[in-house]
């Protein structure tokens, strides 16, 4: 089975533009979360996708939005880039959105760079 | 507001030796905790998990402690190997979420084991 794919592995950007990150889940998942982990941190829940809506949300602001297609991929925009969005952003699949008792599989991540 | 935290950022232990983590938590809404790995480059990796009806959950050379009292768990690795060099992060979450895989880190421990 294949495991959680993201791309970029890597970018860089400056302040105000918008970036897409790409996120393919694992083969039989349906439920793709995204997290933030900056430097020194542990991930932070961005939000989760299950059956192409946004099915919960933590404290981010609206300009960090995203999608999941009917293949259960994903896609986190992030708009209007601060400095402070610099950090590793993970995706990870599971299968199931209810319960927190899932295991999530985590992507390798996307480490974003705001100049 | 840490809701989980490791306090300890980094932990060196020799081959064969206990290697002890440890992690407290204040949100009592939580009762699901879960142990993730992580190598550099990599995305983080499902160790264990504990529900908080129970007090000990072991999986081979990895055992986690639940002191529910104490708002305390930990993570047992014996023996240790030098492939256990990692980082570890706890992880906690209300069971039945209604909202997503939310998983609240902490920060990390840095675990090295040494020849």
Redesign the interface.
Known sequence: ETGVTQSPTHLIKTRGQQVTLRCSSQSGHNTVSWYQQALGQGPQFIFQYYREEENGRGNFPPRFSGLQFPNYSSELNVNALELDDSALYLCASSLGASSGANVLTFGAGSRLTVL | DQQ?K?NSPSLSVQEGRISILNCDYTNSMF??F?W?KKYP??????LI?I?SIKDKNEDGRFTVFLNKSAKHLSLHIVPSQPGDSAVY?C?A????????????????TQLKVEL
């Open positions: 989980v490791q009762d699901y879960l993730y480059a990599e995305g983080p990796t499902f998990s529900s992060f992880a979450s209300p069971i039945l979420t209604g909202g997503g895989n939310k998983l609240t880190f902490g920060t990390g």
